[in-house]
């Protein structure tokens, strides 16, 4: 019913602003820092008539929050910036998403696909497979996260 599949940076700027930063005055500043980055990869949920209807960016980072909460030795990916359009949600396009991140991520060679995670969605990543490897903290304007993390 949904298809991810990769999409250049410029291309999650709409969504993102749909979907996570509504307060932000336009899609052109719904960038991170590290969009370009070396290694950095961008993926898109599109439903069958085309439409482009979720979000999410990989990058190849540790976390500077936890960085011993994943084996030293083994490689890892960030997911981040993660979201679908409410009036899809509950029917996949999340699950699509996080399936072809992992599948990339470990031909890659990583070991372990991580995100920090928003409370309000514990509960999609744990039906992904992602397991919590943190305590919990919180976000400023954001409310509490866990590190979470699938391995590959
Ligand atoms: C979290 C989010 C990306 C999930 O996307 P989605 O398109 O609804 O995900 P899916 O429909 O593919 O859901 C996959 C599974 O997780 C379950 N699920 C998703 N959200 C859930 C929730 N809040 N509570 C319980 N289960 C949930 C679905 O029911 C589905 O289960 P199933 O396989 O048994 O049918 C979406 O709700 C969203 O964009 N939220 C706002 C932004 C956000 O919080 N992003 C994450 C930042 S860390």
């Known amino acids: 019913m949904f298809e991810a599949r990769s999409i250049a940076a ?7 602003h749909r979907v996570l930063w509504p ?3 336009s899609p052109d500043v719904c960038t991170i820092d590290v969009d ?4 950095a990869h961008h993926v898109g949920a599109f439903n069958a008539e085309g439409e482009h209807v979720g979000v999410c960016s990989l990058f190849h980072q540790r976390s500077d929050r936890f960085p011993e909460a994943l084996p030293i030795d083994d490689d890892v990916y960030r997911l981040r910036v993660m979201g679908t359009l409410p009036e899809v949600r509950g029917q996949g396009a999340g ?9 990339w991520s470990r031909e890659q060679g990583a070991v372990w696909l991580w995100c920090d995670a928003r409370e309000v969605a514990f ?10 490897v943190s305590e919990g903290y919180h976000v400023p304007d954001i409310g509490p996260h866990r590190m979470m993390a699938l391995k590959l």
Do not use: C
């Open 95 to 103: 699950a699509a998403i996080v399936r072809y991140a992992a599948n």
């Open 10 to 16: 410029d291309e999650t700027r709409s969504l993102r």
């Open 36 to 39: 370009e980055a070396e290694h």
């Open 123 to 132: 509960p999609f990543y744990e039906r992904m497979g992602f397991e919590f």
């Open 23 to 25: 307060h932000k005055p």
